[in-house]
Nanobody, 124 residues
Framework: QVQLVESGGGLVQAGGSLRLSCAASGRTFSNAGMAWFRQAPGKERDFVATIRWSDGSTYYADSVKGRFTLTRDNAKNTVYLQMNSLKPGDTAVYYC?????????????????WGQGTQVTVSS
């Protein structure tokens, strides 16, 4: 089993920054990666970004490209989502996810393991 624990959420003003962390324990999948999704009230869970453990390759959703940066620390089995220039539209619960079958999926259905989520609220 894999356990994912997110941290770092909170309340920030528009234009501010937050850094989210996701620590993985238990089984980890060295050939795979980690992803972040977010879900606003009444909306679908949307892809934000993903990173591959082996070489740090990343993909971002267009809505966050240039503002968010995803990095990883393999020794700590932890990924970090640095979020800059935050907008009220970024308000959501942010979830990290992983799956043994690979990496790079932008669909929530591509991930079998999820964290509990962390709330990010951006005020205008």
């Amino acid at each position: 089993q894999v356990q994912l624990v997110e941290s770092g959420g909170g309340l920030v003003q528009a234009g501010g920054s937050l850094r989210l962390s996701c620590a993985a324990s238990g089984r980890t999948f060295s050939n795979a990666g980690m992803a972040w999704f977010r879900q606003a009230p009444g909306k679908e869970r949307d892809f934000v970004a993903t990173i591959r453990w082996s070489d740090g390759s990343t993909y971002y959703a267009d809505s966050v490209k240039g503002r968010f940066t995803l990095t990883r620390d393999n020794a700590k089995n932890t990924v970090y989502l640095q979020m800059n220039s935050l907008k009220p539209g970024d308000t959501a619960v942010y979830y990290c996810a992983t799956d043994p079958t690979g990496w790079g999926s932008r669909s929530k259905y591509g991930y079998g393991f999820w964290g509990q989520g962390t709330q990010v609220t951006v005020s205008s």
